[in-house]
């Protein structure tokens, strides 16, 4: 529970992890926060990596999407293996009936599905169906889509088998990407979706995707894969016109939360909820809302609306790093696809000159993010020794005024965090 002027506890993410981090990476010019688990690909120490472009080939225009990933400040080698958990062996099938009267009741609406701790990733998982086919993937709340594997089905690949008859043609035009050093195509297709184990009544399903019976959905071909692979489950709902359609935004989900509690008798788990451009009553201290700005979207080139807020200061190992002004803030975007933290090149040379000057042995020991709330209150994230890599100080293009950090599952770990899509509004309890 936050209160006024009362920092958050959270646990330490295992030592393991730290090893296996989920890079936050970033996009250059049209672009969107995406993750790629450590363990797909070795890591590189002070080498920029072009992670993805993502071309839309129109009659009249082409778009350009490119992603950049994070530049770790430390050598890293990853040796072990991606595993992916078993799937559940059968899913209902869900009719989907929208009718006036249930629109009218989707703010009431929700459902719960919950989350698996992969050690092996550092990173909590979900499960859906598409088509006949069960999938499972990351949960990130830094990315937009829904996405299947383009597999060949061999056993010892256990993120899903993909298969055509099960969907029909989107008619949206492929998108070629770059993943690290393998690029590919991803095509655009349309199938039924469900969650096969989510806690709910049909008939909130059926509210909250009215258009399951023909959801978009990208197919990330095999080459884009080469190795252990890697899939994630985008919350991030509204994007520029010109992006391809996120998970959300087929959906009548206006708020979401990830429970990421500590809690005898309850799984940590994704909750989705109908919007209603209301005050959502339903959760708890509403008036501890962090607000969340679009300024990276309509000022900076982001193609995505992330969940961002505007942190009032940055401390580390109790000494003020950063403090936002009118001119200059400090952007924090909340994303579960990543482990540790990641911040602009100059913040973290600035950090970098402090502690070398100070004689400090650790770099990043004790990080705080403190926020102002809705309620002129004061909230605040911390975290112990979270690996921290670097981001290009132009990540779509534009230089941005202030600093940009990313938060990922050292700050969020034991939290319930939600996010009022609708209302812009977040807050942990």
């Keep these: 529970m936050i209160g006024r002027d009362r920092p958050l506890a959270r646990q330490a993410i295992p030592s393991l992890c730290i090893a296996l981090l989920l890079l936050c990476t970033f996009t250059t010019t049209h672009s969107f926060v995406s993750t790629t688990a450590a363990c797909n690909k070795k890591l590189r120490s002070h080498q920029p990596t072009t992670l993805s472009v993502h071309c839309v080939q129109n009659n009249n225009s082409t778009h350009v999407l490119t992603r950049r990933s994070s530049i770790i400040t430390s050598s890293i080698a990853i040796a072990s293996s991606c595993f992916f958990p078993q799937l559940p062996s059968s899913a209902a099938d869900i009719d989907v009936v929208t009718t006036t009267e249930q629109q009218s009741t989707a703010a009431r609406a929700s459902i719960t599905i919950p989350l698996k701790y992969e050690p092996k990733l550092c990173a909590y998982t979900v499960s ?55 690029e590919g195509m991803m095509e655009w297709r349309e199938g039924k979706f469900s969650f096969p184990n989510s806690i709910a009544m049909v008939s909130s399903f059926a509210l909250l995707f009215p258009q399951s019976s023909s959801m978009v959905f990208g197919v990330v071909s095999e080459s884009l894969l080469d190795g252990s692979g890697g899939l994630f489950l985008g919350l991030v709902k509204e994007t520029n016109s010109w992006i391809r359609p996120s998970f959300l935004g087929q959906s009548d989900v206006g708020a979401f939360s990830v429970d990421l509690r500590e809690r005898e008798g309850f799984d940590k788990s994704l909750t989705l909820y109908g919007g209603s451009r209301q ?90 993010l403190q926020f102002n709330t809705v309620s002129g209150g004061m909230a605040s994230l911390n975290a112990k020794k979270p690996l921290t890599t670097t981001l290009d100080d132009r990540p779509w293009g534009k230089k941005l005024d202030g600093h940009l950090i990313v938060l990922g599952l050292a700050f969020l770990e034991g939290h319930e965090m939600t996010v009022d899509i609708d209302n812009d509004k977040i807050w942990f309890d």
């Excluded at 088998?161 to 989107?170: G, K, L, M, T």
């Excluded at 300024?295 to 995505?304: H, M, Y």
């Design 128 to 182: 859906y169906v598409v088509g006949e086919t069960k999938f499972g993937a990351i949960v990130d709340t830094g990315s937009p889509f829904l996405v299947v594997p383009q597999t060949s089905c061999r056993p010892d690949y256990k993120w899903g088998c993909y298969r055509a008859e099960e969907s029909q043609p989107s008619g949206l035009e492929p998108t070629y990407e770059r993943f690290v050093g393998n």
């Design 279 to 368: 005050p959502q009553q339903k959760f708890s201290n509403p008036s501890y809302a962090i607000p969340l700005v679009r300024d990276l979207n309509k000022r900076f080139g982001d193609a995505t609306i992330h969940y961002v807020g505007v942190a009032s200061s940055l401390i580390v190992n109790g000494n003020n790093l950063a403090t936002s002004s009118r001119r200059n803030k400090i952007y924090v975007i909340f994303d579960t696809g990543c482990t540790g933290m990641s911040i602009s090149t100059s913040l973290f040379n600035e950090r970098y000159s402090i502690a070398r000057e100070r004689r400090e042995n650790n770099l990043w020991g004790n990080v705080e």
